[in-house]
C-alpha cells in the first residue's frame, strides 16, 4: 500500500471542507511566491496526486481562488497566477498610535448597527475608567466593493455626541476617537490574534466557511483617564500585512 502524502494526512485531520482546505494552502503558496505571479500552476492531475483527492475538490478550490481574482484558468492550457496576486496583500496592521491614526484610500465604511450600550462586562484591556454608557457602532470596511473588516466600536457616550454624523461613515476608529473635540489620545493600547471565520462573519466577508481570520482589539485613554474607545475588529486574513520596527 502507497504511503500517504504530507498533503494527505493534513487533509485528513481537519473536519473543515477539503477544498476549502486546498484553497487555503494554494493561496498560501501564491502569497508565498512559490506561485509567482504570471507562473503557470501544477496541472489538475498532478494536484489530485499530491492531495489525494478526485479532480471535482480540486477544481471547486481553484474556482475560490478564481473568485478571488488570484488565478485564472484557461482551457486546453492550463492555470495560471494573475498579476492581481502582486497587490493581494494591501493592508497594513500597523503597531503604533501614529499609524492606528491613519485612514485607509479607497476604503467605504458601512454602519450596520449604531445604538447606546451599557459598558460591557468585560474590555480586551484593563485600562482607563470605564464609562456607564457607550455609543455601540457596527462597522463593515470595504475597499473596491470587497469588504476586509467588521468592527465593534465603542465610543464614551458622554463624548460621542460631540462627533458629526459623516464622521461614522468616514473615519476609522482610532481617528474617531482622536477627532472628537476636547479629546487627547494619552495612551493606547493593541492586540491582534489569529483565528478562523464562523457562519456570520464568513458572510459578512465574503469568506469561505474558518478562512484564516485577524482579530484587532484596540483599546484608547484620553487625557483624563478615560476609556474613550474600544474597538474589536475582525480582518480578512488574506489581506493582511503586520509590519514592525525592531529597534
Not at 72 to 98: I, P
Amino acid at each position: 500500500m502507497a504511503s500517504l502524502t504530507d498533503a494527505e494526512i493534513a487533509l485528513s485531520r481537519s473536519a473543515v471542507a477539503r477544498y476549502i482546505q486546498l484553497a487555503t494552502l494554494f493561496r498560501s503558496r501564491i502569497m508565498s511566491g512559490q506561485w509567482a505571479p504570471g507562473a503557470q500552476i501544477p496541472t489538475i492531475e498532478q494536484l489530485m496526486s499530491e492531495c489525494g483527492v478526485a479532480r471535482a475538490t480540486i477544481r471547486q478550490a481553484l474556482g475560490l481562488l478564481e473568485d478571488e481574482g488570484l488565478v485564472s484558468r484557461y482551457r486546453a492550457k492550463g492555470t495560471f497566477v494573475t498579476d492581481k496576486a502582486r497587490a493581494h496583500v494591501w493592508l497594513d496592521v500597523t503597531t503604533d498610535l501614529r499609524g492606528m491614526l491613519n485612514t485607509r484610500d479607497g476604503a467605504t465604511i458601512e454602519v450596520l448597527e449604531d445604538a447606546l450600550v451599557p459598558a460591557p462586562e468585560r474590555w480586551p484591556h484593563d485600562i482607563g475608567t470605564i464609562s456607564r454608557t457607550y455609543r455601540r457602532l457596527r462597522r463593515r470596511h470595504s475597499r473596491d466593493g470587497r469588504p476586509f473588516l467588521i468592527a465593534e466600536v465603542y465610543i464614551d457616550a458622554s463624548l460621542a455626541s460631540r462627533l458629526p454624523k459623516r464622521a461614522m461613515t468616514t473615519l476609522t476608529a482610532m481617528r474617531l476617537a482622536a477627532s472628537i473635540p476636547g479629546v487627547h489620545i494619552a495612551s493606547a493600547r493593541q492586540t491582534m490574534t489569529i483565528g478562523s471565520s464562523d457562519l456570520e462573519v464568513s458572510e459578512l466577508l465574503a469568506l469561505p466557511l474558518n478562512a484564516p481570520i485577524c482579530f484587532v482589539d484596540r483599546s484608547a485613554v484620553d487625557q483624563r483617564g478615560r476609556l474613550v474607545l474600544v474597538s474589536k475588529g475582525i480582518y480578512r486574513g488574506d489581506v493582511v500585512r503586520v509590519d514592525m520596527d525592531v529597534k
